[in-house]
């Protein structure tokens, strides 16, 4: 058995766009959480980041093979990837850098980097693991049972930051 196949992932331009940018912002967002903060490769690589992740959320709106020419669950997703990618961007854009600032990005940036490889799991699942004979109920309750780990680990974080941040003043 193949363990992965392009072909079950590209169908269309706007499928190549999504993939490579998805691989990009997995990429970047991996370096993103382990690597030194505030250098500038940092903000370099975080740039690249938040782009890539914008255009996985756009060109997602243009993908509809999932649920044969409908809205898919993953497109529901799309408005809290942003949310978190918007809340965490914004102030390291345009505001002084404070322990609150800093702690939005913290907080925006983990929820945004978390939520692409609970998506890149997910969608594994659904185009590498499933049986393309699974009931759509199966494959959907499926992809929440892969997706739900990912979201109690942000959840967790995010928690223990506004904890941290408490703490500090």
Known sequence: MELFSIANWVHSFEGLLHFTASIIGLLSGAY?????????????????FG??????????LFIYDFNQGRISPFHFLIPVSLFFLIYGW?????????????????????????????????????REIVNAEMEKSALILYSFLISLPFGILIGLLITIQIKRQKSLG
């Open 51 to 60: 782009f890539s992740v914008l255009i996985v959320n756009i060109s997602a």
């Open 32 to 48: 993103l959480l382990i690597a030194k903060k505030g250098s500038r490769a940092h903000k370099v690589i975080g740039r690249i």
């Open 90 to 126: 914004l102030p390291m854009l345009f505001a002084k850098r404070t322990r609150r600032t800093i702690n939005r990005h913290i907080i925006g940036m983990t929820g945004a980097s978390l939520g692409l490889w609970a998506a890149g799991a997910t969608e594994y699942f659904v």
